[in-house]
């Protein structure tokens, strides 16, 4: 038994926020009440600490099996729970893809053996993500996937993205899709707009990805499915996923840390920790990436974390793949970008962690008696510098080494047990 | 005045005093073209490394000439033989040529960034001879003091840059450094190789106008420059030839709608018959080879600033700063 | 380190009338101005060798073609020397083939200046003859090369240095012996 003692409980599923004692009692919440008294229980002081539901990121690669080099699951899981996230869900584009049952059963079995936090696969929405033949959706389903993605790319037409949406709705999964119209992307590398005019790289423009996003909103309303936009990054996008809301569509979406705190106009020197796709947009629409996470639009905070080793970043800017470590600073920005500007509440924020990502893959997510075991515990006013040298990933490709931030988590709770602790 | 830069990888670090300064060192080498010995010894032992990873000629050998007549060596390395082609990363190459002691090194390469990439792995000064479709410094410079030479001054200029600017270093650093003498620039060419993003490039005190119509383009134009026409351009977004050089050729007759003191300016390889009309390439208001000749004399001054001194530490880099 | 001055070597009147016998030397050891030019050094021997034209000139009414060499490029001393060169234009309107060019220099010490300024005027053309015209001349050199015009032998120690001051430049005349101080 664990006995977390006067934290603040801020939980979404039933608004409570209040300083109360946690019981956890093997891999469930036993009790939620002031001062409880449980003898022989080990006791985590959770004092100053914001208690919350285990933070769920619902857009990661962990590069197993096949890219080890990059991140393992291991590793991957290790930085995810130094985030404060108890679920993270990874992205089928592994080596081999996660297109079937076998390699869904692999990735949970390496889990199983090894990572810190719980794993919940994403499968290939097409063999081989490939564009082509439906994967083995149903199979991998009974294996253990909780959503399908060709992430890396987006679904390659709007036939099979018809064909997957009808599918998944029966099998009642959602379809997350990288949003990009790849002919627009035409080997671009960073947003279309003044800074790639000057530093003279190769543009993508917004309409790459909001297009896409049309796509998938009226697949949507075709098919009655669940059409869920990864990695939003442009303001035309959200008003697709806005106006398809109104209409009563499924559709939801996610924004990642990057995307809410970083604008194009950085890339003033061909760092390449700061190429990642989708691009960094410009000011206006990380303004509106903001306005959409207070106002409800935005369902959920996805990190993409995406681990590269060194070698394939210290390249030309052009020449370099796409993505950043995402889970250690995810926390920290959005307290710092979010919170502390008073853009979005406390309670906000943490159901953007939590509930958020939780509905999209209809499960629930709550600090009450009863619910699993899987707490996040944070502060607000922790004062710390991320380093990415420290990280737990195996990979060091983010902009943010160096950053001081204000807040952070500070320890993570899986199952009843606690898997980090700063 | 002195050099306060280590490398030169682009125009728009420089200030006006640095251009200035370049262009003003560059007026002894360029007495020294007309020598009938043009060959000294200031450099010797030095050696320039160039390092082609995108085919060129005449930037190439204008460098290479460049380092021999000031005495230096050079070491060539080249796109076509070059062992990136067998895979090596460009900063395993560029490291494999600095452990053979190069006192500068003069790249170009099709990545935008490339050599500030490069130049955070080096000790030695970079010079960029083209990164991409990013700038084309020491082109810049030597259109520079070729217009000064034939007009006499830098200040306030009308520039009409006719062709693929989207796609055009050269017409980058020309409107990062003309413009900081208060160019007024005229961009005139195909609509997609024309956004509207190129009007966020005019550095301060310069302006730029887009303009489809060539007649238009010319009419008050001081200098007019000729862009190349990189025929594998032409394949994204498909342009027929054809239609090009019906919308866009400098003819005779359309740069008669030019002031008369106005000049012609290419940077080369010349198509005659498609950007430009022949009779154009070669009347009295034409400068492309002295714009050659110029370009050894300030790639004479530039290795001269960067290699001919004292090793000094306290040298600024003149990149953006992080 | 700092310089004191020692002594003054020449006030602005000896300046005048040294320069106006070297011009004689000059006119007299070449038996006239036919064939003659004038090459100033950069700086100081710039304006020494307008001075001495204009002294020819007066002497006998001939104009003396003059001419300037930076020798910047010449020399053998550039990875030692402690702040950037800077190149300066060599200006020498006139062919230097078969021509007595006078070298004009302040102050002949090493001789490495003069060298380098040999090899400057080479790459122009092939002069006739050469010939060196110093005002001071203070020793310790370091190649075989004399002037052929003197304006004063000085004794030196190499801690010492003669400071050459001229109207055009400094804004006065006059030679000081200076000595640098750690």
């Given amino acids: ?215 998938g909103v009226q697949i949507a309303e075709l098919t009655g499915g669940h059409f869920h936009v990864a990695h939003l990054s442009c303001r035309e996008s959200l008003e697709h996923v806005r106006a398809a809301r109104a209409d009563g569509l499924r559709v939801t979406c996610e924004v990642t840390p990057h995307h809410f705190t970083l604008t194009d106009e950085l890339i003033t020197t061909y760092d390449t920790r700061f190429k990642m796709n989708p691009p960094l947009a410009s000011r206006s629409d990380r303004d509106a990436l903001i306005a959409g996470l207070a106002d409800g639009s935005v369902d959920c905070i996805a990190t993409d974390h995406a681990p590269h080793d060194a070698a394939s970043k210290d390249v030309e800017f052009d020449k370099a793949p796409f993505g950043i470590i995402g889970f250690e600073t995810a926390l920290a920005l959005a307290l710092g970008k979010l919170v502390h500007t008073n853009r979005i509440s406390l309670m906000r924020m943490i159901e953007l962690f939590t509930t958020g990502p939780a509905r999209i893959l209809g499960i629930k997510r709550a600090v009450a008696a009863g619910a699993a075991a899987d707490l996040t515990l944070f502060s607000t006013t922790h004062q710390w510098t991320f380093r990415a040298a420290d990280s737990a990933s195996k990979s060091r490709n983010t902009p943010f080494d160096g950053a001081a931030f204000t807040g952070g988590p500070m320890a993570t709770i899986v199952a009843g047990k606690i898997v980090w602790k700063r | 005045m002195s050099c306060r830069f280590h490398h030169l990888l682009g125009i728009e670090p420089l200030t006006r005093e640095d251009i200035s300064f370049i262009l003003e060192q560059s007026r002894p080498f360029q007495e020294i073209q007309s020598h009938p010995l043009k060959k000294l010894a200031t450099l010797r032992g030095k050696t320039v490394a160039l390092a082609f990873f995108e085919s060129s000629t005449r930037t190439r050998i204008s460098f290479g000439t460049a380092a021999s007549r000031l005495g230096a060596d050079s070491m060539n390395l080249q796109a076509e033989s070059s062992s990136l082609r067998k895979g090596e990363s460009l900063i395993d190459t560029v490291k494999t040529l600095d452990a053979m002691k190069p006192d500068c090194i003069v790249m170009r390469h099709s990545s935008s960034g490339a050599p500030h990439f490069v130049q955070q792995h080096l000790q030695i000064p970079v010079i960029n001879a083209g990164d991409g479709t990013h700038e084309h410094p020491t082109q810049a410079l030597l259109d520079a003091i ?126 005659r018959g498609l950007e430009i009309d022949p009779v154009v390439a070669d009347c009295p208001q034409s400068c492309v080879l002295e714009q050659v000749t110029n370009g050894l004399a300030v790639r004479m001054a530039l290795l001269f600033l960067l290699i001919g001194g004292p090793h000094d530490e306290s040298k600024e880099a003149l990149h953006a700063a992080d | 380190m700092r310089v004191v001055e020692k002594n003054q070597l020449m006030a602005a009147a000896e300046i005048d009338r040294t320069l106006s016998r070297l011009a004689h030397e000059i006119v007299e050891r070449n038996g006239g101005t036919a064939g003659l030019s004038l090459i100033g050094i950069r700086r100081r021997g710039v304006p020494l060798s307008q001075r001495l034209a204009r002294a020819i000139q007066a002497m006998d009414g001939s104009v003396v073609p003059v001419g300037t060499l930076d020798i910047t490029l010449y020399r053998d001393d550039l990875s030692l020397v402690a702040a950037q060169p800077i190149v300066h234009s060599t200006d020498i309107p006139f062919s230097v083939d078969d021509q007595v060019l006078v070298l004009i220099d302040d102050v002949l010490y090493t001789g490495r200046t003069i060298r380098a300024a040999m090899n400057g005027l080479f790459d122009l053309g092939r002069p006739k003859r050469i010939e060196l015209c110093v005002l001071i001349d203070r020793g310790h050199r370091e190649l075989p090369i004399e002037a052929t015009f003197v304006g004063r032998h000085v004794q030196t120690s190499d801690t010492e240095i003669i400071e050459v001051r001229l109207d055009e430049i400094d804004h006065e005349d006059r030679v000081m012996l200076v000595e640098r101080v750690p």
């Fill in chain 2, 146 to 271: 070729t217009i000064l030479d034939r007009k006499g001054r830098l200040d306030h200029l009308n520039v009409t840059i006719i062709g693929d600017i989207l796609h055009s270093r050269v017409a980058r650093s020309n409107i990062q450094l003309l413009g900081k003498f208060g160019a007024h620039f005229t961009l005139c060419g195909p609509a997609m190789w024309l956004p509207s993003e190129l009007e966020t490039l005019a550095p301060l005190g310069s302006s730029i106008r887009r303009v489809s119509n060539i007649e238009d383009a010319v009419r008050d134009a001081d200098v007019v420059m000729v862009l190349r026409v990189q025929q594998e351009r032409l394949h994204e977004p498909a342009l027929p030839l054809d239609d090009y050089i019906l919308l866009y050729q400098l003819t005779p007759e359309r740069l008669r709608l030019a002031p008369s003191h106005a000049i012609v300016m290419h940077p080369g390889p010349m198509i």
């Fill in chain 1, 1 to 215: 038994m664990l006995l977390i003692k006067n934290g603040r409980v801020l939980d979404p599923a039933s608004k409570t926020d209040a300083v109360l004692d946690v019981l956890l009692d093997g891999d469930r919440i036993a009790q939620v009440a002031p001062g409880i008294n449980a003898p022989g229980a080990e006791v985590l002081d959770a004092s100053g600490l914001i208690v919350a539901p285990g933070f769920t990121d619902l857009h990661c690669h962990l590069r197993e099996p096949g890219e080890d080099f990059k991140e393992t699951i291991e590793t991957g899981t290790r930085a995810a729970a130094r985030g404060g996230f108890t679920t993270v869900c990874c992205m089928p584009n592994t080596k081999p893809v996660n297109d079937n049952a076998s390699v869904t059963r692999g990735i949970l079995e390496r889990a199983a053996a090894g990572a810190s936090v719980r794993v919940w696969p994403i499968g290939a929405a097409s063999l081989g993500s490939k564009g082509e033949a439906l994967a083995e959706i149903a199979a991998m389903k009974s294996a253990g996937i909780v959503a399908v993605s060709d992430d890396g790319r987006p679904i390659a037409s709007a036939k099979l993205l018809r064909q997957v949406m009808d599918y998944c709705n029966s099998l009642g999964l959602p379809v997350i899709d990288h949003c990009e119209d790849t002919s627009l992307v035409g080997g671009g590398v960073m947003r279309e707009g003044p800074t790639s005019m000057r530093m003279g790289l190769r543009g993508i423009p917004a309409c790459a990805e909001s297009i896409a996003v049309s796509r």
